[in-house]
């Protein structure tokens, strides 16, 4: 898949490279992996798009060809739906990618929310498999791949506890990356190397019923983890714009 970005690659060629039915290795696949093969291939090459957009002069529409796509309107509803900005917007965010982050480091620790009064709680603890001083991204999504807005979706200013209030009854994947405080403003847009989790099964949320504390640990990246799709910075600002509210 990854060899074959530039190309039309079909599921029925996938499935032959390592012998099995396109049916088998489509359920095999979405089971080990959390989302269907062909949608594993858009992501990644929403991926290079985003490398594209920050190492290189090529137009928009350019970019949008390069990765397959014909038309330039589709091509940018599908890069803004799944990164949370236009191409447009994703290329000029690395201006503020630092200063965000040192906005970030000036609030040292900010508190959860007390989870009284407050119905439908996801909680739980984030460890990481390696000592980490930075901020963490948390958030529960729709899908299986951080792309897009989380539904909710928070930071942390160090490994620990977590925890999401009033959460709608649903299926939610929680997934989780870290930056720390020494990351330059292109590894933060481009988080390739960045320590993260994701939870393959999801997580049911019903009125009334306890849910079970996640913990996730941080790990670093592996071959078939899906791209971090979405734009921390657009979270960082998100962020920040919260707790100056408060």
């Given at each position: 898949m990854q060899e074959n970005i530039h190309n039309p690659i079909s599921l029925a060629e996938i499935a032959n490279h390592v012998a099995y039915s396109p049916y088998h290795f489509s359920r095999m696949f979405k089971k080990q992996i959390g989302i269907s093969p062909l949608y594993y291939v858009s992501s990644l090459?929403?991926?290079?798009?985003?490398?594209m957009l920050l190492k290189t002069n090529l137009t928009v529409r350019d970019i949008g060809l390069e990765i397959g796509q014909q038309s330039l309107g589709t091509?940018?509803?599908r890069f803004t739906e799944r990164v949370g900005q236009s191409p447009a917007?994703?290329?000029n965010s690395i201006m503020e990618a630092?200063?965000?982050?040192?906005?970030l480091q000036i609030f040292s620790e900010w508190n959860p929310v007390n989870?009284?009064?407050?119905?439908?709680?996801?909680?739980?603890?984030?460890l990481a498999e390696v000592p980490f001083s930075g901020v963490i991204f948390i958030?529960?999504?729709?899908?299986?791949?951080?792309?897009?807005?989380?539904?909710?979706?928070t930071v942390l200013s160090s490994l620990g506890d977590y925890l999401f209030t009033d959460v709608k009854p649903g299926k939610y994947y929680l997934m989780t990356t870290a930056i720390s405080w020494e990351t330059e403003a292109t590894d933060i847009l481009?988080?390739?190397?960045?320590?993260r989790a994701r939870s393959i099964d999801p997580i049911i949320v019903q009125n009334g019923i306890p849910i079970p504390k996640q913990n996730i640990t941080l790990r670093?990246?592996?071959?078939?983890?899906?791209?971090?799709?979405?734009s921390l910075p657009l979270l960082m600002k998100n962020f920040l714009n919260m707790i100056n509210l408060k």
């Amino acid at each position: 898949m990854q060899e074959n970005i530039h190309n039309p690659i079909s599921l029925a060629e996938i499935a032959n490279h390592v012998a099995y039915s396109p049916y088998h290795f489509s359920r095999m696949f979405k089971k080990q992996i959390g989302i269907s093969p062909l949608y594993y291939v858009s992501s990644l090459r929403l991926q290079k798009a985003k490398e594209m957009l920050l190492k290189t002069n090529l137009t928009v529409r350019d970019i949008g060809l390069e990765i397959g796509q014909q038309s330039l309107g589709t091509f940018t509803t599908r890069f803004t739906e799944r990164v949370g900005q236009s191409p447009a917007q994703f290329r000029n965010s690395i201006m503020e990618a630092d200063n965000q982050l040192e906005s970030l480091q000036i609030f040292s620790e900010w508190n959860p929310v007390n989870t009284e009064n407050h119905f439908n709680v996801v909680k739980g603890t984030v460890l990481a498999e390696v000592p980490f001083s930075g901020v963490i991204f948390i958030g529960l999504f729709q899908k299986s791949i951080p792309e897009g807005r989380p539904l909710y979706g928070t930071v942390l200013s160090s490994l620990g506890d977590y925890l999401f209030t009033d959460v709608k009854p649903g299926k939610y994947y929680l997934m989780t990356t870290a930056i720390s405080w020494e990351t330059e403003a292109t590894d933060i847009l481009l988080p390739n190397t960045t320590l993260r989790a994701r939870s393959i099964d999801p997580i049911i949320v019903q009125n009334g019923i306890p849910i079970p504390k996640q913990n996730i640990t941080l790990r670093g990246p592996r071959l078939d983890d899906p791209p971090i799709l979405i734009s921390l910075p657009l979270l960082m600002k998100n962020f920040l714009n919260m707790i100056n509210l408060k």
